[in-house]
């Protein structure tokens, strides 16, 4: 079976296209055309509707989708692997870093990773930290920063621990307080951060453990936008002690939480069992040097 025929179906269906799969591999559309038609005369099967835009899988389609997509990122490991016989002089490094507290803990490391191994290749994603679990399991990506607990899928070395804050306006009638629980904002209305930001768990279920269903405002990506909201006087929100020392705003106050269970426990994963290239090794071993577990 042609792996590169493999690779180009995968890129159809995760560009939703062919046209955008074709910039994607560096080949014409008629030849990403060919390469899958020629993959399903092979296969026997059907893999791609092509009456409904974009193109669906068929249930042959995700079989091979799935199985595609798992062959190709052992074929990546294979030579990331081989390329590493000649050290840390050259390679990539493909890693992933939530928004939340990456520039407070991973920025200065990235400048003494670069002046270590100036030869390595840092590809950088950033997403949610769920999304970056996904992309991990596809093979997309070698390491990434997500919180804790993480399933079995993946090993992970702990970076910190941290209690939330939380954020309230100057003016609120909270601001006067040195702490507060998460029974007392059973009626506050809460700003919350996007769909897939793995903190989110762990405040919802605070709230729930204490007995109510949380009244959530709003949702944002961007911490300086919920700081915003927050001192605009829309809800009140959540951030890592360490992370809301550093975004300190004239309107905002940041308040210690009580519950001991409402903690922002983020570690470094990779897939469990998987090959883990000697550039993401090094990363590793650069955090470990870098941060105690707090």
């Not at 949702?219 to 929100?237: D, M, N, P, Y």
Request: charged residues 25%; aromatic residues 8%; contains cysteine.
């Amino acid at each position: 079976m042609d792996l590169r025929a493999l690779r180009m179906f995968v890129e159809v269906v995760r560009q939703q296209g062919f046209s955008r799969a074709a910039s994607t591999v560096f080949a014409t559309q008629p030849t990403v055309s060919k390469a899958v038609k020629q993959l399903e005369e092979e296969i026997g099967f059907l893999l791609l509707d092509r009456m409904v835009s974009p193109p669906s899988l068929t249930i042959a389609g995700e079989v091979v989708f799935r199985r595609a997509v798992a062959m190709l990122a052992e074929r990546d490991s294979l030579i990331s692997e081989l390329a590493e016989l000649r050290g840390l002089r050259q390679g990539v490094l493909r890693i992933g870093f939530p928004p939340v507290g990456a520039d407070v803990l991973f920025a200065p490391v990235f400048t003494a990773y670069r002046r270590r191994y100036p030869g390595i290749d840092i590809r950088l994603t950033e997403q949610g930290s769920k999304r970056l679990e996904e992309l991990i399991v596809d093979g997309e990506l070698d390491i990434a920063a997500s919180l804790l607990p993480v399933s079995q899928e993946f090993d992970w070395q702990d970076v910190r621990r941290e209690p939330l804050d939380l954020l309230v306006a100057h003016d609120h009638p909270l601001a006067r307080r040195s702490t507060v629980s998460i029974a007392e904002l059973r009626d506050v209305p809460l700003i919350l951060f996007s769909e897939g930001f793995a903190l989110n768990p762990i405040i919802l279920g605070a709230c729930r453990r204490n007995g109510f269903e949380p009244n959530i405002a709003t949702r944002s990506s961007q911490i300086s936008f919920i700081l915003e909201l927050v001192a605009g006087g829309l809800g009140v929100g959540f951030l890592p002690r360490m992370v809301a020392s550093q975004r300190e705003h004239a309107g905002v106050r940041n308040i210690g939480i009580t519950d001991p269970d409402l903690v922002w426990h983020i570690a470094l994963i990779w897939r469990r069992g998987g090959y883990l290239s000697h550039a993401a090794q090094a990363w590793v071993e650069l955090i470990r040097e870098a941060h105690a577990v707090q």
